[in-house]
Structure formats: structure tokens, C-alpha cells
């Protein structure tokens, strides 16, 4: 995917001091029941942008666990994730400080995490991404509290959000934006979508 940016536009994001910022759609629940879409969401990518800016990512999900506290602006430390990429269907048991994946698969559409701890943790998707030719980053996508016994089903979708913001890092808990521009991205990003930035209303579009 490609984001561009005229010079007036960057000056005017510089003067505010916020970023570009990346949100993917992920669908969550526990135990069956819908995630709250009125909670908070997670900045996959938050990054000082540039004239011409190429974001790439891979196919693969991995699932991690946390102790933050899901308050707005708070940035969540991945405190335990799983070594290998997930596969759907399969859960994904989190115990003594770590993910064990479970046999037989259950359900090939979704990701699937299961908390055998007593620790109050929240859990989630990571997905590995790559802004303008720099080291590939693994960064969380979405994140929910799940309790003892009690289990979190994912299911990503195509959809990429594109919006101003001042999140301080990848990982920063926002409220939904009002202006997200809404993509459909192709697997592993490419060369498109591009988008565009009109610095009139400081919104992103899609040109292509």
C-alpha cells in the first residue's frame, strides 16, 4: 500500500505533531459473544510520515498476552506471544507464562486463545509490518480481556484504517476515529491501494 503526501500537507501534520496512523479490522469475541465495537482500538501502526510512504506486511498471525491496562493513549507491552505464526482453527492455550498450541483444530475460520491462568491478562493478534523499507515490526492489531477458562475468538478481515492521530506508538489504545479512511488492501500489501492525503479537510483518501 502506498500513502502520499504533498509538502503542505506533511507541514501540517509536523505542526500538530501527530502521525499517520494504521488500524486492521479485526472481529473479536469471548466465548461467542461480540467484542464491544464501542471500545477501544488498537494502532497497528503510528509513524512519522514522508512525501511517498510504502507499507508491506505478511500473511501470518501471531497471538501475544498482556498486563496493560486498556485505558485510552496506554501502549501495550507484548508481554508473552507465540513462538511460531498461529494457525486457524487451532487454540492457542496460554499457561505458565506462554502459548501451547491444542489438538484437533476446532474451527478453521478463526484464531482461537484459551486463558488457563488466574491472572487478569488481556489477549490478542499481532501482525508483522514493514513502513518505508525498515525492519519488519511485529505490532498488535486488537486486543480483549479474557478470563480463567474462558476463551477469544479472532477473526481479521481486508480492512486497513488510515487516519491522523497522536498516538506515541505502535500499540497505542485510541478511541474509533471519526475520518478513518477505509481500504480494502490486498494480501501483503503491494503496491496498492494508493492513497491520498487532502490537506484541506486533513483526511486520507483512496485515489486507486
Known amino acids: 500500500m502506498e500513502i502520499q503526501i504533498d509538502g503542505s500537507g506533511l507541514r501540517k501534520i509536523a505542526a500538530a505533531d ?13 466465548d ?4 464491544n465495537a464501542a471500545s477501544l482500538i488498537v494502532a497497528w501502526q503510528a509513524f512519522v510520515p514522508m512525501q511517498e510512504n510504502t ?4 500473511n501470518q498471525y501471531f497471538c501475544f498476552a498482556t498486563s496493560t491496562t486498556l485505558v485510552m493513549n496506554a501502549v501495550i507491552t507484548m508481554n508473552s506471544q507465540s513462538n511460531a505464526p498461529m494457525q486457524a482453527g487451532f487454540v492457542y492455550q496460554f499457561a505458565q507464562g506462554q502459548f501451547a498450541m491444542q489438538q484437533p483444530p476446532q474451527d478453521e475460520n478463526r484464531y482461537i486463545v484459551t486463558n488457563a491462568t488466574q491472572n487478569s491478562l488481556a489477549f490478542g493478534l499481532a501482525q508483522s509490518v514493514t513502513v518505508n523499507g525498515q525492519p519488519p515490526m511485529l505490532a498488535p492489531l486488537c486486543v480483549v480481556p479474557v478470563g480463567y477458562n474462558q476463551s477469544a475468538y479472532f477473526t481479521p478481515s481486508a480492512t486497513i484504517g488510515i487516519f491522523l492521530s497522536n498516538a506515541a506508538a505502535a500499540g497505542t489504545l485510541l478511541p474509533p476515529p471519526r475520518d478513518a479512511c477505509l481500504v480494502s488492501a490486498p494480501k501483503g500489501g503491494g503496491s496498492e491501494p494508493v492513497i491520498g492525503f487532502d490537506d484541506q479537510t486533513n483526511a486520507f483518501y483512496q485515489k486507486s
Open 18 to 30: 501527530q502521525r499517520v496512523t494504521l488500524t486492521r479490522s479485526v472481529t473479536g469475541a469471548v
Open 32 to 35: 461467542v459473544l461480540k467484542a
Open 55 to 58: 507499507i508491506n506486511w505478511g
